[in-house]
């Protein structure tokens, strides 16, 4: 079944939902096989793989080592035009839709387009939307955009809905890696009221109680990736806690 589809079913079933955030630059091969393991034994739903920069080439070797270890779907989660790979099962197509940033709502899709149709990539929209979380995070400073400002749930809202009648496919909310603060609770709520395709959230998020209560306001996929390139152990506990938020239908 393709991913978007797979994704679409879960959601609808009420199911939540786990994507492990593998950054290639941040990791060690030993780590990501660490985390391969404990991702495949924790029941972990997909794998996101990207970072805000990747200086180090260490993206096809990174998804191998997923691979190899583990049968959960390869979703790409690119920084930007150049963290592209056949060896992935599919990609998180990302227009910026918080920013006014003309690059990052279309212009590095141009770049991309030919390369992902030859591809046999799965195409899937995604609607980003970086939310301010404390201090100034890697996106927002690589991405030259202002995040929408934490208390103004309303600009949230028509932002995502907005994403959602453009016809994208999913709608992010993106705190940032190691943010200070995660993306609040009333705006995880708020937003998914909101839309009927399916909700991401991510960045900042650290214990199994935030982890649940996020995917209780209404994240149907939550992402975590800082907590566990220090302890891949933690893996199991916080699937446990998204997959217990789940309200299965
Ligand atoms: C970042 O939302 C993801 O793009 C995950 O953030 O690394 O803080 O878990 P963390």
Not at 7 to 33: C, F, M, S, Y
Not at 175 to 200: D, F, H, R, W
């Amino acid at each position: 079944m393709p991913i978007y589809q797979d994704i679409l079913k879960r959601t609808e079933q009420g199911r939540k939902q786990l994507a492990v955030l593998v950054d290639p630059d941040k990791l060690q091969n030993k780590d990501v096989e660490s985390i391969a393991i404990n991702a495949a034994k924790s029941g972990v739903d997909y794998f996101f793989v990207g970072g805000s920069l990747l200086v180090n080439n260490e993206l096809d070797q990174c998804i191998k080592t997923l691979k190899v270890n583990s049968e959960i779907p390869v979703i790409l989660f690119p920084g930007n035009n150049m963290q592209l790979s056949w060896k992935a099962d599919a990609i998180l197509f990302l227009s910026l839709i918080s920013g006014r940033n003309a690059e990052m709502l279309i212009g590095r899709h141009v770049i991309a387009a030919p390369y992902l149709k030859l591809s046999p990539l799965e195409v899937i929209s995604c609607g980003y939307m970086l939310v301010e979380s404390g201090k100034t995070t890697a996106v927002q400073y690589m991405s030259n955009t202002m995040p929408i400002p934490s208390d103004k749930l309303d600009i949230a809202i028509c932002t995502a809905m907005a994403g959602e009648m453009l016809g994208l496919k999913l709608i992010y909310l993106e705190a940032g890696s190691g943010a200070q603060y995660s993306i609040p609770i009333p705006m995880i709520e708020q937003v998914k009221q909101n839309l009927t395709i399916p909700l991401i959230a991510g960045g900042g998020l650290r214990t199994p109680e935030t982890v649940n209560q996020a995917a209780v306001a209404g994240a149907d996929i939550i992402v975590i990736g800082n907590a566990f390139e220090k302890n891949s152990g933690l893996i199991s506990e916080m699937a446990d806690a998204v997959h217990k938020a789940s309200k299965i239908i």
